[in-house]
Every structure is written in structure tokens, then in C-alpha cells.
């Protein structure tokens, strides 16, 4: 019996790992497109600024004193609070320690669903923001997109980084450096790829177009996201024998 369970275990694990592996794939795939976007605002913002306003050195460098500023404030005071918000729960001793399994289980995928909406949340901000700094005519709207863009970066990268951190080390323990090198190395391949379409956009169609091509980009990224999260809370066959195979605990 012993070497049973020890059995519909490993298939269980296995299984897991195959279902955390199409994760971390969809979550890289988001985060490429994410990072092609804001690579291509950031390379084009000056030449964008100074087509669009005729903007010169030192208005451009207040403009960038200002993502600055709304970047920090992200980091210092809103990404701390939705992360305290997205907490899991910590377990409340060994009583009932299947159903407080369960019950912490439910807590946790509740927990990363808010998560994910928040990343979901940011790409849409990020899409719409980019749009508007493609569009602006005029200074408010063009601050407001830049705030937006500066927001929803400052809260997406760090997130989706943190769950690539946590999906690599769930896939493979010992090669977890590796992982995480090879999400660094997406990164940058987007450093190099923006840039050079990022200006071609720019000379060829305009800064309206340059915009809608980030805006685009970013709001596709919630397409492998949403893949990454129907792929994370998708239980396989092998691990419902197996959860069902397994004797229920009686309440004392």
C-alpha cells in the first residue's frame, strides 16, 4: 500500500511540474511582450517628445524627473499595499490539518487570482496610456499618459517577475538560476528588438503609430496571462485519481 501512495505521488508531482512548466512559459510570454512595449516607449520618448512638442533637453529632463517621481511613490507606497492585499494566508495549527489544507489552498488561489488581476489591470493601463501618448496634442493628457505608463510598469514588472521567480522554482529547484537568467535574456532581446522597430515606426508612420503599436503590445500581453493562469489553476487528470485515491480523514 505503502509503495502505492508512493507511486500516485511521483505521477502527482509530475503532473504538477508539466502544468507549472506551460505557467512559466505563458508568463514569459506575457512579460516579452510587456517589456517590447515599455522598451519601445522609452527608447522613442525623447525623439517623440521633440516631434510632437518640439520639446528640448531641459523639458525633456523634467518630463523624465517626473516618471521618476511617480515611480518611486509606485514602489514606496502602492506596490507594498497591493502585495500586503495579495498575502496567502498563514496556517493556524495541525488540527483538521486536511481541512485547513483545503481551506488554505482555497485562501491561496484566491490570494494569486489577485494577483493576476492586477497584472491583468496594469497591461490594460499600460495598452490604454500608450495610446494616449501616441495621440496627446496638448500637455495634460500627454502627463497623464506618462503618469499611467509610469504606474502600471512599476506595478506589472515587479509581479511578474516575482511569479516567474516563484513558477521556475516550482518547475525545476536546482536549475532556478538558470530559469531566471533566461527570463533576464528576454528582457534583453526586448532592449534590442524596440529600439530598432520602435524608430522605424517613429520615421516611417508617425508618433501616433509608435504609440499604437506599444498600446497594442502591452494589451496582448493579457492574452498569455490569462493562458498562464487558466494553465496554473487547471488540475489534471492524474491529480484527480490521485486526490481521489487517497483515504479522507475523520473528524475526532
Known amino acids: 500500500e505503502g509503495e502505492g501512495e508512493g507511486e500516485d505521488a511521483a505521477r502527482a508531482k509530475r503532473a504538477h511540474v508539466r502544468r507549472m512548466v506551460g505557467t512559466l512559459r505563458w508568463t514569459l510570454h506575457a512579460k516579452l511582450a510587456f517589456n517590447i512595449a515599455k522598451s519601445i516607449y522609452e527608447t522613442q ?19 523624465l524627473t517626473f516618471m ?18 495579495g498575502k496567502k494566508p498563514e496556517g493556524g495549527g495541525a488540527k483538521g490539518a486536511r481541512g485547513e489544507k483545503g481551506a488554505e489552498g482555497g485562501a491561496e488561489r484566491g490570494a494569486e487570482a489577485y ?25 495634460y493628457p500627454y502627463l497623464t499618459s506618462v503618469a499611467g505608463i509610469a504606474v502600471a510598469s512599476n506595478v506589472f514588472l515587479p ?32 532592449r534590442v528588438l ?44 492524474v491529480e484527480v485519481e490521485v486526490e481521489a485515491s487517497r483515504p479522507k480523514d475523520k473528524d475526532a
Open 45 to 63: 520618448f525623447t525623439q517623440h517628445a521633440r516631434l510632437k512638442f518640439e520639446y528640448g533637453s531641459k523639458e525633456i529632463a523634467n518630463l
Open 115 to 139: 494577483v493576476w488581476q492586477v497584472q491583468g489591470c496594469m497591461a490594460l493601463l499600460e495598452g490604454g496610456t500608450l495610446f494616449l501618448w501616441g495621440s496627446s496634442t496638448n500637455l
Open 68 to 85: 521618476g517621481l511617480v515611480g518611486m511613490l509606485v514602489n514606496a507606497v502602492g506596490l507594498p499595499l497591493i502585495t500586503g492585499r
Open 159 to 190: 509581479l511578474t517577475n516575482a511569479a516567474v521567480a516563484s513558477q521556475a522554482a516550482a518547475v525545476a529547484p536546482g536549475a532556478l538560476g538558470e530559469l531566471i537568467g533566461f527570463s533576464g535574456a528576454l528582457d534583453n532581446v526586448a
Open 194 to 237: 524596440s529600439p530598432l522597430i520602435g524608430s522605424w515606426v517613429l520615421d516611417r508612420y508617425g508618433t501616433r503609430a509608435v504609440g499604437s503599436l506599444a498600446g497594442a503590445l502591452a494589451v496582448y500581453s493579457t492574452l498569455p496571462l490569462a493562458a498562464a493562469f487558466r494553465a496554473k489553476n487547471r488540475t489534471t487528470e
